[in-house]
């Protein structure tokens, strides 16, 4: 399993990288599930004119967040039963940011387990600290407290869909920055999405995020 929480705080105005049975089951190998997970993730022509689209660049902490995630929520290393993995571009516009990413698993059980394990207790405290230390990392002259997490109410996808929002406060000596990080995993078969939707101040725009979990849940389910 693996989240987003990589939100690039300097463009945000803070401190300081589709599918059914048949498509994804066995058969295509990592090539055929990297092209799969590619048609999933969000793109600059998902947003409306006016957001900016970088490509995503992996940086060497991420990976050892999510085997950090997964191993708070009892799951290996996501290392050992992934298939393909394919981020989605880096968008943003103004104070607000949206980036998603696209895995297929080896099999459907390890799909299944992941999907779990989000829709568990554990998953908002888990998540919660990573994304605290994230912004840490980034942030370092300010103090980073975590204040609420709440389930998201989103339209159910696949196998099944997740919501979470989390909100934090980064206190700097002159000011307060409030972020909101709503987090959305949809699963279907082998295959998972998962897409983060930063914006400081106030909620990422209800309307927005609804078409783009919407894209991406239509995606994974109805290819």
Same mark, same amino acid.
């Given at each position: 399993?693996?989240?987003?929480?990589?939100?690039?705080?300097?463009?945000?105005?803070?401190?300081?990288?589709?599918?059914?049975?048949?498509?994804?089951?066995?058969?295509?190998?990592?090539?055929?599930?990297?092209?799969?997970?590619?048609?999933?993730?969000?793109?600059?022509?998902?947003?409306?004119?006016?957001?900016?689209?970088?490509?995503?660049?992996?940086?060497?902490?991420?990976?050892?967040?999510?085997?950090?995630?997964?191993?708070?929520?009892?799951?290996?290393?996501?290392?050992? &039963?992934?298939?393909?993995?394919? &981020?989605?571009?880096?968008?943003?516009?103004?104070?607000?940011?949206?980036?998603?990413?696209?895995?297929?698993?080896?099999?459907?059980?390890?799909?299944?387990?992941?999907?779990?394990?989000?829709?568990?207790?554990?998953?908002?405290?888990?998540?919660?600290?990573?994304?605290?230390?994230?912004?840490?990392?980034?942030?370092?002259?300010?103090?980073?407290?975590?204040?609420?997490?709440?389930?998201?109410?989103?339209?159910?996808?696949?196998?099944?869909?997740?919501?979470?929002?989390?909100?934090?406060?980064?206190?700097?000596?002159?000011?307060?920055?409030?972020?909101?990080?709503?987090?959305? &995993?949809?699963?279907?078969?082998?295959?998972?999405?998962?897409?983060?939707?930063?914006?400081?101040?106030?909620?990422?725009?209800?309307?927005?995020?609804?078409?783009?979990?919407?894209?991406?849940?239509?995606?994974?389910?109805?290819?």
């Amino acid at each position: 399993m693996v989240v987003v929480l990589g939100v690039a705080l300097a463009a945000c105005g803070g401190g300081g990288g589709s599918t059914d049975d048949a498509s994804i089951g066995p058969g295509p190998g990592a090539a055929g599930d990297t092209a799969t997970a590619r048609t999933i993730v969000l793109q600059q022509v998902d947003l409306p004119a006016g957001w900016r689209g970088v490509a995503h660049t992996e940086d060497p902490t991420e990976r050892a967040r999510a085997a950090q995630i997964n191993a708070c929520l009892g799951r290996p290393d996501p290392e050992t &039963y992934r298939s393909a993995i394919v &981020y989605g571009a880096d968008l943003s516009m103004g104070r607000s940011q949206v980036s998603s990413i696209s895995t297929v698993l080896k099999t459907v059980d390890d799909a299944k387990a992941d999907l779990a394990s989000v829709r568990s207790p554990m998953y908002p405290d888990c998540v919660g600290a990573a994304l605290r230390q994230d912004l840490q990392r980034q942030a370092a002259d300010a103090k980073v407290d975590l204040i609420g997490a709440e389930n998201l109410p989103v339209e159910s996808f696949g196998d099944g869909s997740v919501g979470l929002r989390l909100t934090a406060n980064l206190v700097y000596a002159d000011h307060t920055d409030k972020l909101f990080a709503d987090l959305v &995993y949809i699963s279907k078969d082998r295959a998972t999405v998962s897409a983060t939707f930063f914006s400081f101040d106030q909620p990422f725009p209800g309307t927005l995020e609804q078409s783009l979990i919407s894209r991406i849940g239509n995606r994974i389910a109805h290819p």
